[in-house]
């Protein structure tokens, strides 16, 4: 509920739990975004816009995806968010908006269909041997760890 775009989050989070297990796979999947012209028109300098535009900044989803695609190793890290031909709210209820970002939602897949596939081959690749024993061992070792503490 505090972070637009928690990949990063998450991704600290399994560092924490799992610091010797290499990252496999990481999907961020975003609500879709919207480019307003005030953001990119350089010339508009009203305080409403100034405004909006440091909110968007501190809300901004793609900053994080940016960071995380450079950082991380090629066909780790896969996002998904597609533009949107309007702002919609993340509350909006009406039937023709529904319809609307649905349709907009599977044309972005359509054309991402390649990044898609990478995906979701990396999401069934069978982990090294090597890998799930590491996991394993490492379990078992938190369940008697956490066991003996009681």
Same mark, same amino acid.
């Given at each position: 509920?505090?972070?637009? /775009?928690?990949?990063?989050? %998450?991704?600290?989070?399994?560092?924490?739990?799992?610091?010797?297990?290499?990252?496999?796979?990481?999907?961020?999947?975003?609500?879709?975004?919207?480019?307003?012209?005030?953001?990119?028109? $350089?010339?508009?300098?009203?305080?409403?816009?100034?405004?909006?535009?440091?909110?968007?900044? %501190?809300?901004?989803?793609?900053?994080?995806?940016? !960071?995380?695609? %450079?950082?991380?190793?090629?066909?780790?890290?896969?996002?998904?968010?597609?533009? !949107?031909?309007?702002?919609?709210?993340?509350?909006?209820?009406? *039937?023709?908006?529904? $319809?609307? !970002?649905?349709?907009?939602?599977?044309?972005?897949?359509?054309? /991402?269909?390649?990044?898609?596939?990478?995906? $979701?081959?990396?999401? /069934?690749?069978?982990?090294?041997? $090597?890998?799930?024993?590491? *996991?394993?061992?490492?379990?078992?070792?938190?369940?008697?760890?956490?066991?003996?503490?009681?």
């Amino acid at each position: 509920m505090l972070i637009n /775009n928690p990949t990063a989050l %998450a991704i600290h989070e399994c560092q924490c739990l799992w610091p010797d297990v290499p990252l496999q796979c990481v999907v961020s999947l975003g609500t879709g975004r919207f480019e307003t012209a005030g953001r990119s028109s $350089v010339s508009y300098t009203s305080l409403k816009t100034k405004l909006t535009n440091v909110i968007s900044s %501190a809300t901004d989803t793609e900053e994080v995806h940016t !960071m995380l695609d %450079a950082l991380l190793p090629p066909n780790t890290y896969f996002r998904f968010n597609p533009y !949107m031909s309007e702002d919609v709210a993340l509350d909006e209820s009406r *039937e023709e908006k529904l $319809v609307q !970002m649905q349709t907009e939602g599977l044309q972005y897949l359509e054309r /991402n269909q390649e990044k898609l596939q990478r995906a $979701v081959d990396e999401l /069934n690749r069978d982990k090294r041997s $090597v890998q799930t024993l590491s *996991e394993w061992l490492r379990l078992r070792a938190l369940t008697y760890e956490s066991f003996y503490r009681i």
